[in-house]
């Protein structure tokens, strides 16, 4: 067996690392445990020490790309698996991620949400599900995603590309690119389906939509970045690249996009008089092609959780084709003004 060398960055995570670290701890086949605390305010970094991690602290925050890279570093294990600090990995983890890695070609393995979890409300559930539809649908075994919520890389092949880019500062897009770029330069990552972790993480309306929104903003910047290999080849997805940005997807965040446009042209249409009929049925037409192309999604939610969840999947996934289209607008903007991360 390879060693592997987990890496859990966190930052005011100690409501959730304990059950992560216990999780990790459990496989059995983890040779260290890397937490790299970064600027917490709270015990996050007593509480990695009590559960027998090796903790390197931040004094002030850098960012998930850059904690990460902390890790890689100093890491003595030949493969590194990234775990985040509100996930719980199975206990047959390392003995898959083994068996994956003796093919010398596989440079990093990447896992899946479970369908369900923990929280109990709406937005939750939805969130957690919608990451697990989106990797879920993948047709191809080799693709070109490293989500960091529970991903493994050779540590030779992360270091060869320069690992996450630290000049992105949030939770966004470091990940994202790093996998793009890995499949890019022809190595390969393969989308395990049988490892699936849990994810702790509760969301309200408020917290998802802002999240949702600053993903969005930073996938657009990000696309503007490389025209061709990720804003065409991946974002826009229409050959289905082994992304998990579905091609209807996109068509539907489109059509909301444009659903909005001719809303905004209703109201003043309303003010003058003139061309209220042509707002109203554009609105109606790109509003209802959104809709149906949050079909196979919501087909997939009810054959998997319940019909019960059917209608409030509905309302949250048109709500957040709203949110994406509107963030992948602002990111543009940004963009154009020269805000480029």
Known sequence: MPTISAIVPARNASATLERCLEAVAATGGVSEVIVIDDGSSDDTADTARRCGARVISNPAR??????????????????????DADVIVPPDICRKLSSAFEDSSVAAVQTLYTPVCP?????????????????????????AVFATWCAAVR??????????????????????????????AGRTIVLDRSIQVVHLASYSIST????????????????????????????????????????????????????????????????????ILAAAAGSFICLSVSLACALPFLRHSVNSIGIHVVMPFLWLCLLDMAVLGWGLILGTLDFARGSRF
């Open 208 to 275: 998802f939509s802002k999240r949702r929104f600053r993903m969005a903003r930073a996938q657009a910047k990000s696309g503007w970045r490389s025209v061709r290999n990720r804003l065409l080849l991946r974002y826009v997805n229409i050959r289905e690249t082994g992304t998990h940005h579905s091609r209807l997807m996109v068509l539907g965040i489109m059509s909301m996009i444009l659903s909005e446009i001719f809303l905004f042209s209703l109201m003043v249409s309303a003010a003058s008089g003139q061309g």
């Open 62 to 83: 850098v960012g998930p790309a850059g904690a990460r890279n902390t890790g890689a570093r100093s890491a003595a294990g030949e493969i590194l698996l990234f775990v």
């Open 155 to 184: 540590k030779a092949d992360f270091l060869s590309m320069g690992g996450f880019n630290e000049s992105i500062p949030d939770p966004t897009v470091e990940d994202e690119e790093f996998g793009y770029a890995l499949a890019d």
């Open 119 to 143: 929280a109990c409300d709406t937005v939750s559930l939805y969130q957690n599900f919608y990451y697990h539809y989106s990797f879920a649908r993948i047709r191809e075994s080799s693709i």
